[in-house]
């Protein structure tokens, strides 16, 4: 099983980047599929999760909402998040995960 996420790195605020989660070793299109971040000194934290079909999970706590967007490639068995309206609270490292495992992730930091 490998995840193996991309397309990290330093944006000024307000701006936007576009993640990617190369998923192998497993049946992608079978789970829900999830994006978690983590912060410097921080615990893990939510930040959107999709199901196998491509409904995005919505949650009470949703610190993301209406700035993320998460999809899906099933053909290509690749996961997205699309951020937008980048703020420096938003720098942390972005993991890329499913019920069984998750990957080592892409660090995305928000600074002017």
């Known amino acids: 099983v490998q995840l193996v996420e991309s397309g990290g790195g330093l944006v000024q605020p307000g701006g936007s980047l576009r993640l990617s989660c190369t998923a192998s070793?497993?049946?992608?299109?079978?789970?829900?599929m999830y994006w978690v971040r983590q912060a410097p000194g921080e615990g893990l934290e939510w930040v959107a999760g999709?199901?196998?079909?491509?409904?995005?999970?919505?949650t009470f706590a949703d610190p993301v909402k209406g700035q993320f967007i998460i999809s899906r490639d099933n053909v290509k068995n690749t996961l997205y998040l699309e951020m937008n309206s980048l703020k420096p609270e938003d720098t942390a490292v972005y993991h890329c995960?499913?019920?069984?495992?998750w990957g080592q992730g892409t660090q995305v930091t928000v600074s002017s």
């Open positions: 995960m499913y019920e069984e495992g």
């Open positions: 999709i199901t196998r079909a491509g409904i995005t999970i919505t």
């Open positions: 070793g497993f049946t992608f299109s079978s789970y829900s």
